[in-house]
């Protein structure tokens, strides 16, 4: 067991390591998507455009937060913080490394082991909706609520698909901790193998989970204002845009981890195939991004009940009898 | 056409191959696209190649302007202070930069030729009161140069859209 300061050193830098991966996932998002549009992307502050995210945060930080004079105070201002926080807090149960001997401890690759790590982050998850809805709510204003009440049934309709795709890893695991899940698919193949259909429906759920095209219709930029966030400006606005993006990188990670093996790979390189993965896994976000046009919302609502969730129910069924049957 | 999962997967192949070419943006400050060479920029007052000022501050210019954006204050020339070629000249001449819309019809007002509408277009200032722009300023060779593109591709006796090619 190691001592409680070795991992609050561990959050510390994990907290760090996904803040800076989010600042330049923002500029990697803008500069994959300008290059697949053939366009340059952000390309003046800084070589490569490579200090945008910090001329960004500035921007952000310096700018007013301006409140509309009715919204409700208390839940306006902790909206963003409760969904910044979730989404942070998420990332605490992926394993990314094999775990290391340091001096005369062991610490391990992961900021907690907890046993129900996988329910704690759809838990998180759920909670972070909360962020959004209360936000739109909060606000007083008809567009926030509508974009809130828009962003809460999608999520929540795509949420079942998202917690049922990962029912066959889970099966297939044996376990619902994301360590032993990892170390079970380093002795035998990565579940994208068996669980190819989990992996499609995981990945279509957490499109529409982080809101990101061509699910994005909680803001739609070219279409409305924006969604639930309407109201907020500055680096409140700035905090739900973080939590949306750190969402991603998190369903990024717990893909990797539930399919893509996490850290496994030749030469026990650790976490620097985790990282690559990840890329990887975000790199198709941002490539379906630039592909795909937007679903209307009945095309969205019925591609998540209809298609989605019997895919995703059989999928777990089959998996089930499957592994009984052996 | 083909059924829809198959194109779908053929438009991920066509914005992957956008990635291996080269961007079609063009960088604006620097790398500029030569300008038509009719295009009406910012004004310019001309003199005579004696020196003397081919405005004689009759207002026409003022009169025909639309924004409202010229400002002239005319003057007796003196034998001792002869500044244009007629009988007064501008002793103030100021054009409002954020009031004009540069619709040249002071370019056809103006019986002697003295102002023009020349190339330049990039007039920004931090401050409005620089968007004023003096006699001096408008009598000075412009600093900016950019280039133009050739007239003959453009002030063909024909337009473009009536000929063959």
């Not at chain 1, 981890?257 to 976000?285: D, E, M, Q």
Request: net charge positive; proline share 7%; glycine share 8%.
């Amino acid at each position: 067991m190691e001592p409680w300061w070795i991992s609050l050193i561990k959050a510390a830098i994990i907290v760090n390591l996904v803040m800076v991966t989010f600042a330049y996932l923002t500029w990697l998002e803008r500069k994959g998507l300008g290059r697949l549009q053939n366009r340059y992307g952000p390309n003046r502050a800084g070589p490569f455009g490579l200090l945008q995210p910090i001329a960004d945060l500035v921007k952000l930080v310096r700018k007013e937060a301006f409140a509309p004079s009715s919204a409700i105070a208390v839940p306006y201002i902790l909206a963003p913080i409760v969904s910044m926080f979730t989404a942070l807090a998420a990332f605490s149960v992926i394993p990314w490394g094999p775990g290391w001997r340091i001096y005369h401890w062991n610490v391990t690759g992961e900021v907690v082991n907890v046993p129900i790590s996988l329910l704690l982050i759809f838990a998180l998850g759920s909670i972070g909706i909360y962020g959004f809805i209360v936000g739109g709510w909060a606000s007083e204003s008809k567009y926030s609520l509508l974009g809130s009440m828009r962003t809460c049934a999608q999520l929540v309709s795509y949420e079942v698909s998202l917690a049922l795709s990962v029912l066959g890893v889970v099966i297939l695991g044996r376990s619902l901790s994301l360590v032993d899940i990892v170390h079970r698919q380093g002795t035998t193949l990565p579940f994208v193998v068996p669980q190819f259909v989990g992996l499609l429906v995981f990945f279509f759920a957490g499109i529409a989970e982080t809101s990101r095209a061509p699910f994005d219709l909680p803001e739609a930029e070219q279409e409305l204002v924006a969604g639930y966030h309407t109201e907020y400006s500055g680096m409140r606005w700035g905090l739900f845009q973080t939590a949306e993006y750190i969402n991603l990188i998190t369903l990024s990670g717990l893909m990797v981890t539930l399919f893509f093996s996490g850290w496994h790979g030749p030469w026990n390189l650790g976490p620097i195939w985790f990282l690559l993965k990840l890329l990887g896994v975000l790199f198709a976000f941002i490539w379906l991004r630039a592909t795909l046009p937007r679903l209307r919302y009945d095309q969205l609502m019925r591609f998540g009940w209809k298609v989605l969730l019997p895919v995703a129910t059989i999928n777990a069924l089959v998996t089930a009898i499957v592994v009984a049957a052996t | 056409m083909s059924p829809q999962p198959v194109s779908t997967l053929k438009g991920f192949a066509v914005t992957f191959r956008q990635i291996l070419k080269k961007p079609i943006t063009q960088q604006y400050p620097e790398e500029r696209r030569p300008l038509y060479p009719r295009f009406r920029g910012r004004h310019r007052l001309w003199t005579h190649e004696n020196g003397l000022e081919k405005c004689v501050g009759c207002s026409l210019c003022a009169a025909a302007c639309p924004a409202d954006c010229i400002r002239v204050v005319a003057a007796e020339n003196t034998p001792d202070n002869r500044v244009s070629a007629g009988e007064r000249y501008a002793r103030i001449y100021e054009i409002n930069m954020s009031r004009c819309i540069f619709c040249g019809y002071c370019e056809l007002a103006c019986p002697f030729d003295a102002i023009t509408l020349g190339n330049e277009f990039e007039l920004s200032e931090h401050n409005r009161d620089d968007q004023i722009y003096t006699k001096d300023m408008l009598l000075a060779e412009p600093m900016k140069k950019i280039p133009i593109a050739d007239p003959a591709i453009f002030d063909t006796p024909i337009p473009y859209y009536k000929s063959d090619s």
